[in-house]
C-alpha cells in the first residue's frame, strides 16, 4: 500500500509526505554520514514541521536486484512501529510503501492433538 510520496535533492536528502487514515506527516530522510558499522543508518527520519527524529533508514536491494530504502518510523503514540520501503515506482515516483507483517504460521507439531484430522 503506497503511504507516501518523496523527491531526492541534490544533496541526497529525500522530503515528502505520508498520509494515512490516522497519520499525516512531512518527514525528511538526513543522510547519517560516516557509518560507525555495517548496521548503522544510512538515513535519519525527522519531522519536517519539528525536526524531531522519529525514524532511521537503510540502503536494500530488492530480490529483483533493484535499490530500496528500508525505512522504520517510530513514535511513543504507535502501537508498533511503521517498517515501510522507499522505491522508485514504475513512472519513476519515489513512493514510500508499507504491507502489513503477515502473522507467523505455527507449525503443527506445536499444536496439541484435537482428536480430529483434515
Given amino acids: 500500500m ?3 510520496t518523496f ?4 544533496d541526497g536528502t529525500f522530503t515528502g ?3 494515512t487514515l ?3 506527516a512531512d518527514l525528511i530522510f538526513q543522510p547519517a554520514g560516516d557509518k560507525t558499522n555495517d548496521k548503522a543508518p544510512d538515513f ?3 519531522s519536517a514541521n519539528t525536526n524531531a527524529e522519529c525514524g532511521a533508514g537503510w540502503h536494500e536491494m530488492s530480490r529483483n536486484n533493484k535499490p530500496y530504502i528500508s525505512v522504520k518510523i517510530d513514535d511513543p503514540s504507535f502501537a508498533y512501529p511503521i517498517w515501510a520501503a522507499l522505491t522508485r ?10 504491507d502489513r ?3 507467523k504460521r505455527n507449525d503443527p507439531s506445536d499444536t496439541a492433538d484435537q482428536g480430529e484430522t483434515l
Fill in 2 to 4: 503506497k503511504i507516501g
Fill in 101 to 103: 507483517p503477515k502473522a
Fill in 22 to 24: 490516522n497519520l499525516t
Fill in 7 to 10: 523527491t531526492k535533492t541534490d
Fill in 89 to 98: 515506482d514504475d513512472s519513476g515516483e519515489l513512493s514510500l510503501y508499507w
Fill in 44 to 46: 535519519r527520519v525527522v
Fill in 17 to 19: 509526505r505520508i498520509a
